[in-house]
């Protein structure tokens, strides 16, 4: 319990930033990476360090390396979204220690980039690779002409649920969240398991929730960086956290956090019927041990269910992009790194087949291999053509504030007292609203 | 603690009066110096002058002076994790002292291959890392895989989640209490082992029995050793850190950002970049250990505190 005192943490924090400054003359001679979680094929070519945490990350960075003679890809995985986000703020505030090369998601790059610990990427030939992605896609990554970094998948969300939970209490696929809490309610009046889950800890799935009701939590644009409008105690959010929030305390969905060892165990014993989720959930799934022995063939998809059927809203939860660091030694070297690492197609039909990624690269997306692809997962479903593609080409892309961490984090205190009955959606919305205001003020920007 | 070097009168003289620069005894301590100065002494004046200064996200560093500080003192997180902490002390310190008293007596009393063992058996814990014992009762506790939900599920109910935003406080308090108990319990064995056992001779002749030694001649001896643990406890208890931080991902968002006051300084260094603020609030939580260790130590003067 005293193992990490007061002092030891104004320490770490000293070190952190004590280890900084001069020592740019260290990075461009420094050793070349080592402790590399791959092989390196060709030992005489330059190395980049590269942190990301796909699932089949190991193929992808073999399949670079067995391509390239000029240079190789040196792979870490530093982990899965937030703990990655921490060493990788850390290394910005020590001014050493990030990668060269790194895998973010889209809601994270605008807080980095107002850092200036990404580069941008446009004198570096980023805009020969951009006939590959949608216009939506490419506009995600860039700020005005800058290219901050290359996309890889996009993550448009549907509602993957157990056809044999729906086919024993004998309910169809819901189509509009007022279906959704009514089949919820039949099931468990039935006896059966809870519907879906309202966990804490992916503030990323509400806000999407959010923004799929009408909500616009921030406006923003790097160009004016000390503008920023913030909205999120519109009646959009409230509804949202108050529809959760009473599912939940009704006992329709459970209130565990997710990605944790017990909700995967739950995933595989038929625990919940129904998981709101991005195209890339099957790839991690699967990789825990979903849908295989005697869960196989037991799960299906749905598109997303709607507030308003007459006007669908498609969103997305994650996609990712490489971006190359303000710390890399080479930048022109990790920027070839960035554009060409999981863009080949070797990597990508692995990706797609597994379903760790919705690939945004237009060739595949367009392939009649990946359109009319039986989805395995989901016993045979053809899911990219009947729900991904077409939610993926209605999305409209999101803003996001340079906050994104601690929005994310304030929203998931909020949830958890929503969960413990400590208060409601509507003053949740206002007490976050109020919070990310007050944080925005203290950050020195100018909020309306 | 209550340690106090009293070399003798005559040494002190002798040793003024050669006062001269002696190169072998800062060899010696060299070693230590160096660890010191860059591990404690350097980085804490460089958190000292971080927490002066203050950073926006949009704005860049400015000088702050103390308003770091006050912001500090007012911020309800930062309370928040104060008021837990101070609870938690309330409760965890008595409990583990209750616990180590107890255990040390009982040892005490009986000899033989029982008792080592049992004391070895008591002390485990302690020898056990502290993210490791966090680990494993975080897979005790766990609700589809833990013991205690299947011995429930034998009696066809379900066991609370100790981990759950009503329960997180006693499930910390087992942790903690399983983990520093036969510590705490081996420096009151130690305490009691040193004392004369001549003095429960003249006892038993006096007619005292086995409860009476214990009560009116075993504990008050070893009080001064009771109040050592209670200041050790009570500044642990309030830098309580890694068990939330460990069984946190699993607790499904009980161990929220501003817990304790060392995770939230954690939070704001290493999640929101706001090491300024982390180091204000770092020296905060210092100042306030402080403050209560020294009223602590001030209140027990007469049983061999810091003031003794």
């Known amino acids: 319990m005293r193992r990490i005192p007061a002092a030891l943490l104004c320490l770490t924090v000293a070190l952190g930033t004590a280890a900084c400054g001069g020592d740019d003359a260290d990075s461009k001679t420094a050793a070349k990476p080592t402790n590399c979680t791959n092989k390196i094929v060709n030992e005489a070519a330059p190395r980049v360090l590269v942190w990301a945490w796909y699932p089949n990350m190991a193929k992808v960075v073999d399949n670079f390396n067995n391509q390239h003679t000029d240079v190789q890809v040196c792979w870490t995985n530093a982990g899965q979204g937030q703990p990655e986000y921490e060493k990788f703020q850390t290394a910005i505030s020590a001014k050493k220690g990030a990668p060269d090369v790194i895998m973010l998601e889209a809601d994270q790059l605008v807080g980095f980039e107002i850092q200036d610990a990404l580069v941008d990427l446009a004198p570096f030939g980023a805009n020969d690779v951009k006939k590959n992605f949608s216009e939506g896609a490419w506009k995600d990554v860039s700020q005005g002409e800058a290219v901050y970094a290359i996309p890889v998948d996009g993550g448009p969300m549907a509602l993957i649920y157990r056809t044999d939970v729906f086919d024993k209490y004998k309910i169809q696929p819901p189509k509009t969240w007022d279906e959704y809490a009514q089949a919820a309610a039949k099931v468990k009046a039935a006896g059966g398991p809870v519907f879906g889950d309202f966990g804490s800890n992916v503030p990323a799935v509400t806000t999407a929730l959010m923004i799929q009701k009408g909500a616009q939590p921030f406006v923003y644009n790097l160009a004016d960086k000390q503008k920023i409008t913030i909205k999120l105690d519109d009646q959009a959010t409230k509804d949202v956290l108050t529809y959760w929030g009473d599912l939940a305390t009704k006992g329709l969905v459970g209130k565990e956090d997710q990605f944790t060892t017990d909700y995967i165990a739950g995933m595989v014993g038929g625990k919940y019927a129904t998981y709101v989720s991005a195209a890339w959930a099957p790839g991690y799934l699967t990789g825990s041990g979903v849908g295989a022995g005697k869960d196989k063939g037991k799960f299906a998809v749905a598109p997303l269910p709607q507030w308003d059927p007459a006007n669908p809203v498609s969103v997305n939860w994650g996609g990712s992009a490489f971006a190359v660091t303000s710390q890399a030694a080479d930048k022109a070297l990790a920027a070839k790194v960035a554009m060409g690492i999981y863009a080949d197609d070797a990597s990508l039909t692995d990706g797609w087949k597994t379903q760790t990624i919705f690939p945004l690269n237009q060739g595949v997306l367009k392939s009649d291999e990946f359109v009319n692809a039986k989805v395995d997962f989901f016993s045979g479903q053809t899911a990219n053509k009947d729900i991904y593609i077409p939610a993926e080409n209605a999305y409209k892309g999101a803003v996001y504030s340079p906050f994104t961490v601690f929005y994310y984090a304030q929203l998931q205190a909020q949830i958890v007292k929503i969960l413990g009955g400590k208060t409601t959606g509507a003053q949740a919305a206002t007490d976050l609203h109020n919070q990310i205001v007050e944080y925005a003020k203290s950050q020195g920007f100018t909020v309306s | ?308």
């Open chain 2, 1 to 308: 603690m209550a340690l106090t070097l009293e070399a003798p009168p005559a040494d002190v003289t002798n040793r003024t009066r050669r006062r001269v620069f002696k190169p072998a005894g800062w060899l010696f301590i060299l070693p230590f110096l160096i660890v010191f100065v860059a591990f404690l002494l350097a980085p804490l004046l460089y958190a000292g002058y971080l927490s002066l200064y203050t950073k926006g996200l949009a704005t860049g560093t400015t000088f702050a002076g103390f308003d770091n500080y006050t912001r500090a003192f007012g911020d309800p997180s930062f309370r928040k994790g104060l008021w837990f902490v101070l609870k938690f002390s309330v409760v965890v310190i008595p409990l583990q002292i209750v616990v180590a008293l107890v255990a040390a007596l009982v040892l005490d009393e009986v000899t033989g291959r029982l008792a080592r063992f049992s004391r070895l058996v008591i002390f485990l814990p302690y020898a056990i890392p502290v993210v490791l014992g966090a680990l494993m009762w975080g897979f005790l506790y766990s609700p589809s895989f833990g013991p205690i939900e299947q011995i429930a599920g034998a009696f066809d109910v379900r066991a609370p989640f100790l981990l759950s935003q009503g329960n997180i406080f006693y499930g910390l308090l087992n942790v903690v209490t399983w983990q520093w108990s036969g510590y705490y319990m081996i420096i009151i064995y130690a305490a009691l082992r040193s004392i004369d056992s001549s003095i429960y001779e003249a006892a038993r002749i006096d007619g005292a029995n086995s409860r009476q030694i214990a009560v009116r001649i075993k504990v008050p001896m070893v009080s001064s050793a009771l109040v050592l643990i209670l200041i050790f406890s009570l500044i642990g208890t309030l830098q309580f850190f890694t068990e939330p931080q460990i069984l946190g991902p699993i607790a499904n968002g009980s161990v929220t950002p501003d817990f304790t006051p060392n995770i939230y300084a954690y939070y704001m260094a290493f999640r929101y970049a706001q090491f300024n603020y982390a180091s204000a609030i770092s020296f905060s939580l210092g100042f306030v250990v402080f403050l209560v260790v020294a009223v602590f130590t001030f209140a027990t003067r007469k049983r061999g505190g810091l003031f003794s």
